[in-house]
């Protein structure tokens, strides 16, 4: 079973390495132009570099070299920053991990409060909850979190502006990151929650003379929560996304701003080595999330037992 | 031959009688202590200044290092941590006289050693071939005579290697920094220099810190104070978001900020604790160069029409609202071989554009009100790679295409694209348009890498004997009436005579800072903001 496990993260990590590397070497343009940039440019600076990097090798040895350095745990040097990979990105990972797990908890939280609280509360509160939510999803992140700076930081000064310093910085970013989160879980959380209010076993726990509230909490929370868990596994996989964007509103250091300035710049061994990480902390989550449908469903218990 | 030396033996003395450094209203005058924030929109690269690549960085790089000579605001040079110098007279030999007591801030000494280590290191294969390429490209060999005098001896007369030894890539790093820094082209804590302030913590992706050097007390003679920085301490926050800098500012998060663009400007001007600066850069203006080999820009007519379909001033008011300096010269006009003369000299004249092109043969008109010939339309392109693109160049470019249409019916093909799409662009001369400004406090390092046949980046591709015996000219002789005088012709030849250069506008920074701060200002000659060694806060 575990052995299966690790079988498929290895391929999923070299499938996400491979594919990468292929996508950047279609794309237009040198290696050597890249790290020329906006500077000086002659026959022999372009051949030095090339030397430099390795790149006047073909592209297939290339790969081996890249692969061979994977499986030792050496990310390569950064193009641009002239620093090992592992360097750069080890020194922003620490933030980008606090972000994503304060916006996911908080965002499913928020779901989880708003969707008891809404459910079976007639037409009205679930228009206005609905509304709500639709907001949610669909403001852009940087309006979201321009709108919360120019409020809770530079009028009421509540909050500092940016920056990783402790808990205080964390707040703002973390809830525009996770109100998006928060808008789509509810819809799914509250759906699941009215429709197992329908099912035979509701009807059972009404009959035991249980009140609506112990029904919602303790029954029906269980069944809406499978899809929330499938759903919530993939939004943090897809936190990266949405940490670019305010990483770069509230100047924070992280792994966002690293994977932007790298594809734009096509420093390739950064690219790489953030697909790599994401591919990897995908990899977890799913492991995670199947593991907690098991604590969620019985049923799924037993047939992992068996 | 020692007339240099006396003349920069007067230069220190004069500085050093001037009268202090105008204050901010509210600042008084300058106090030693206390500690600010800066927020600005760049995080380098790199803090090694040997490898320094981004104008928006220079002034980090000047809290830590200093470099051998500094730049006067006429052209010319004033001691640093070289006294004097003294230039044979075929040109092929600078003597560099190093002054005495300077320290590196981990306890090495400063001498004629170290600066052989430092050129040394330069040559050093990759490690930084844009500065052996360019601003070295004439050096021979250096020779140490005794611990204070260096000769530099050059393979050809090069009046800008001056200007290398002011610059950034020209930064003295520590010998043993240079030997023992875990990642030297990164730069950072272990590689350290000799300047005002020392960087103590880096946190990528957030903030750099430096602490005062208490020992330093060898400012240029063009700074505004001697002996060491006001500050105890000094935070640079990297913003990129424009917005965010001024709320930072606003907000009293941040003391000082640079990058204020024509939208945030009203906010600062409105709010009375708050003073905004500006200053134009050094260096070329930014301009669209016209790529002279292949049709339609290989007829002079054409080219010429181009510059006369576009109103300048109009343009450049509807997209910054009035706060952009109208270039009229390939050089900036903060530079001092800006030739004056070019003003009003041509352009903005859509009844001769339409002349012009009528004369080339471009008479026909498409059903989108194009010009055509033999059914081909007037079609130019311009290529933008986005990571470089700055002070809305994007926009402006929808307004120039929008101008020539109108009064031309030249069709301009803006696109926005990814850095190796550009590229390529360039590679396979599918472009008609290069645009560009250079930021270079030798306006002639600009010109040899944009206008001479052999340049770096000579994308326009205009090629001429004479213009590339202009260059070499303007390269060789330390007379600054003579360099003027020779770039002054070569602006006449490629924007007025040739036509093959669009200037626009002259690149500039801004400085806002609360009234509590003391001593912001620019770079003298390089016109970028300055490093914090002149900043003080009010007790």
């Known amino acids: ?144 979190g321009m709108v919360l700076l120019n409020v809770f930081s530079f009028r009421w000064g509540l909050f500092p502006v940016a920056g990783d310093r402790g808990i205080a ?6 809830v525009t990151l996770a109100l998006p989160i928060a808008g789509l879980l509810t819809q799914v959380l509250r759906e699941g929650l009215e429709r197992a209010l329908d099912e035979p076993f509701a009807v059972t726990a009404r009959a035991r003379g249980l009140r609506e509230r112990a029904v919602v909490a303790r029954h029906a929370l269980r069944h809406a929560l499978l899809p929330v868990v499938t759903l919530a596994g993939w939004v943090f996989g897809g936190l990266l996304g949405g940490a670019v964007i305010v990483e770069q509103v509230f100047g924070r250091p992280g792994l966002g701003q690293i994977a932007v300035t790298a594809v734009t710049s096509q420093d390739l061994p950064v690219v790489l080595a953030v697909v790599m990480l994401s591919a990897a902390v995908f990899v977890a989550v799913s492991t995670l999330a199947d593991t907690l449908y098991a604590v969620v469903d019985p049923r799924l218990r037993t047939a992992v037992a068996a | 031959m020692s007339r240099t030396r006396v003349l920069l033996a007067l230069a ?194 957030q903030e750099v810190h430096y602490h005062r050097n208490p020992a330093y007390n060898w400012a240029p003679a063009t700074a505004k104070h001697q002996g060491p920085a006001y500050l105890d301490e000094v935070t640079y926050r990297f913003l990129k978001e424009s917005s965010v800098r001024v709320g930072a500012l606003t907000s009293g998060q941040a003391q000082v900020v640079e990058g204020v663009p024509a939208t945030d400007q009203d906010l600062i001007s409105a709010n009375s604790h708050l003073a905004l600066n500006r200053q134009l850069n050094a260096g070329t203006a930014y301009s669209y160069y016209l790529n002279v080999t292949h049709a339609p820009f290989d007829d002079i007519r054409v080219r010429r029409a181009f510059q006369d379909a576009v109103d300048v001033d109009t343009v450049l008011k509807s997209v910054y609202r009035g706060t952009a300096t109208r270039a009229w010269s390939v050089v900036g006009p903060a530079s001092p071989f800006y030739d004056k003369s070019l003003e009003k000299a041509y352009g903005n004249d859509a009844a001769a554009a339409n002349k012009l092109l009528d004369e080339a043969g471009w008479t026909q008109r498409d059903a989108d009100g194009f010009r055509t010939k033999n059914g081909q339309r007037l079609t130019v392109r311009l290529v933008q790679s ?75 591709q205009y090629k001429d004997p004479h213009l590339d015996q202009l260059l070499v000219d303007g390269q060789s002789s330390t007379d600054l009436a003579k360099r003027t005088a020779v770039y002054a012709q070569v602006q006449k030849l490629t924007v007025v005579d040739q036509a093959v250069i669009l200037p626009l506008y002259a690149p500039q920074d801004q400085v806002a800072a609360t009234d509590s701060v003391g001593g912001t200002g620019f770079e003298v000659a390089a016109g970028v903001p300055a490093s914090a060694y002149g900043l003080w806060v009010a007790k």
């Open chain 1, 1 to 144: 079973m575990l052995a299966r496990r690790v079988g498929t993260a290895v391929v999923v990590l070299w499938v996400a390495a491979t594919a990468t590397y292929l996508a950047l070497l279609a794309a237009p343009g040198s290696t050597v132009d890249t790290i020329i940039g906006d500077g000086a440019d002659s026959p022999e600076i372009r051949a030095q570099i090339a030397r430099e990097w390795d790149l006047d090798r073909s592209p297939l040895v290339q790969y081996a070299a890249y692969l061979g350095r994977l499986v030792r745990g050496d990310l390569g040097r950064s193009y641009l920053l002239q620093r090992p990979v592992s360097e750069v990105l080890g020194a922003q990972l620490g933030s980008t991990v606090q972000l994503a797990v304060a916006a996911a908890t908080l965002g499913v939280l928020l779901s989880v409060v708003l969707a008891l609280v809404t459910t079976g509360r007639g037409a009205w509160a679930r228009r206005v909850s609905g509304t709500v939510e639709l907001a949610f999803v669909s403001t852009p992140g940087f309006l979201v």
């Open chain 1, 169 to 174: 910085a964390l707040v703002l970013p973390a």
């Open chain 2, 12 to 205: 220190l003395l004069v500085a050093g009688c001037s009268s202090p450094a105008p204050a901010a209203p509210g600042a008084g005058t300058p106090v030693s202590g206390g500690s600010l924030t800066f927020a600005v929109e760049t995080e380098p690269i790199t803090f090694n200044p040997h490898l320094y690549a981004q104008a928006k960085a220079r002034l980090l790089v000047w809290n830590s290092f200093d470099a051998l000579i500094a730049h006067d605001d006429k052209g010319g040079y004033v001691p640093w941590l070289a006294t004097g110098y003294d230039v044979a007279a075929d040109g092929l030999a600078y003597t560099f006289h190093l002054r005495t007591g300077v320290t590196f801030a981990d306890g090495e000494k400063f001498d004629a050693n170290a600066v052989k280590a430092n050129l040394d290191q330069l040559f050093v294969t990759g490690y930084a071939p844009s500065v052996t390429a360019v601003q070295l490209r004439n050096f021979k060999d250096a020779q140490v005579v005794d611990p204070q005098t260096i000769v530099v001896h050059l393979k050809a007369p090069d009046v800008l290697v001056l200007d290398f030894f002011a610059s950034p890539q020209g930064g003295q790093i520590s010998p043993k920094s240079l030997r023992e820094a875990k990642n030297l082209k990164a730069g950072g804590v272990d590689v350290v220099g000799t300047g005002p302030f020392v960087l103590d913590r880096y946190q990528p992706g």
């Open chain 2, 386 to 460: 986005a990571p470089f693109v700055r002070d809305r160049r994007d926009i402006l470019a929808q307004a120039v295409q929008a101008a020539v249409k109108q009064s031309a019916g030249i069709d301009l093909k803006v696109s926005l694209v990814d850095q190796a799409t550009a590229n390529q662009a360039l590679q396979t001369n599918q472009y008609e348009v290069f645009d560009n400004s250079r930021l270079d406090t030798d306006a002639g390092t600009a010109l040899n890498l944009l206008l001479a046949s052999s340049g770096a980046i000579n994308r326009g």
